[in-house]
Every structure is written in structure tokens, then in C-alpha cells.
């Protein structure tokens, strides 16, 4: 029985890679947003004063509470 190839760091980095993107597309909708130039930003320093870890994690929370369901 042959010995099984030992792939490169690069390999391993783009099969992880592939793995998170097919990850996301089977479990994860995208809502693009758009916003004035210089206020991406802005919103991004606003979301981490707050304590959020990201401009998504805040701007998920508001839609959520908005809804009622946080």
C-alpha cells in the first residue's frame, strides 16, 4: 500500500477555503447593504463603541430586535 501524498500548506489552505464557501452558500442568505461613501466606517466604529464584534453582529442585532425577536 502506497503512502498517501501529504499535501502543501497552500493546498490545505485553499481546500479550507472551498470547505467555509461551500459552508456559507448551503447555510447562510447574504443581505448586501449600501451606504453613503465614508459612513461604512463611521458604522463600524459606532458598532464596536456598542461592544459588537463586527458591523454585521450590530447590524443583525437591530434588524432582530426590530422585529421583535431579541
Given amino acids: ?4 501524498a501529504t499535501k502543501t500548506p497552500e493546498e490545505l ?3 479550507r477555503t ?3 464557501n461551500t459552508w456559507q452558500r448551503e447555510n447562510k442568505d447574504r443581505i448586501p447593504i449600501t451606504v453613503p461613501a465614508g459612513d461604512k466606517d463611521r458604522i463600524a466604529a459606532w ?16 434588524v ?3 422585529m421583535g425577536e431579541r
Fill in 64 to 66: 432582530y430586535k426590530d
Fill in 13 to 15: 489552505a485553499a481546500a
Fill in 1 to 4: 500500500m502506497g503512502r498517501k
Fill in 47 to 62: 458598532a464596536k463603541s456598542r461592544g459588537y464584534p463586527s458591523t454585521n453582529a450590530y447590524i443583525t442585532d437591530l
Fill in 18 to 20: 472551498k470547505y467555509k
